[in-house]
């Protein structure tokens, strides 16, 4: 066995045949070496593909708020659920998103019951356009404790936000269902 590797060492290293071995050996190596690479970089850009699509999803998403608005809203972007015209200030869901909202529902519970305001108030509004306003029949003067707000984007997607206050602080979550 010595003598093997002492042949090999001293005779065995020039030897074309054993050349050629070193050369497969290493040709083999280089091989997986390149498609672990590949593997590597297939997935990365599958990783990348994903991120691109659900960045175009968000890029498109409605987002709906509660505001007060004023005297100085665009009557353009402004669209009056009740029959006649708020009074201002007043209550407002307003899209500030960057897709238009559908079948948006809206129901809340005001923190005290007045002459003037009901105690909670619930209705559907017609579709919102990104940056309109679409006025509630909620008493300007009411002070709101809890808003939900459930609206649907053009693409399918179905989205919640809630609005809430706790110890005089605001609250808000938005949420995909």
């Known amino acids: 066995m010595t003598r093997m590797f002492e ?4 005779n065995g290293m020039q030897d074309p045949a054993w050349v050629q071995a070193y050369s497969s050996a290493a040709l083999v190596i280089l091989s997986f070496v390149t ?6 970089y297939a997935w990365d850009t599958h990783k990348l593909a994903k991120a691109s699509v659900e960045q175009v999803k968000n890029a498109q998403m409605p987002f709906l708020a509660l505001v007060k608005a004023d005297k100085d809203v665009d009557p ?14 007043a209550w ?9 909202a559908v079948n948006v529902r809206v129901r809340g ?28 029949r909620v008493h300007s003067s009411a002070q709101i404790r ?3 707000i459930e ?3 053009l693409a399918g997607r179905e989205f919640r936000t809630e609005i809430t206050t706790e110890n005089g602080e605001l609250r808000l979550v938005f949420r995909r269902l």
């Open 7 to 10: 042949w090999i060492i001293g």
């Open 35 to 40: 498609l672990a690479v590949l593997c590597l």
């Open 109 to 136: 519970e005001c923190a005290e019951r007045t002459a003037n305001a009901p105690s909670s108030f619930s209705e559907p509004l017609n579709p919102i356009p990104v940056g309109a306003y679409t006025f509630l």
């Open 146 to 148: 809890s808003c939900t």
């Open 76 to 89: 353009i972007t402004a669209r009056v659920s009740a029959l006649s015209p708020p009074t201002y200030p």
């Open 92 to 100: 407002a869901v307003q899209n500030q998103g960057s897709a238009a």
């Open 151 to 153: 609206y649907v984007s």
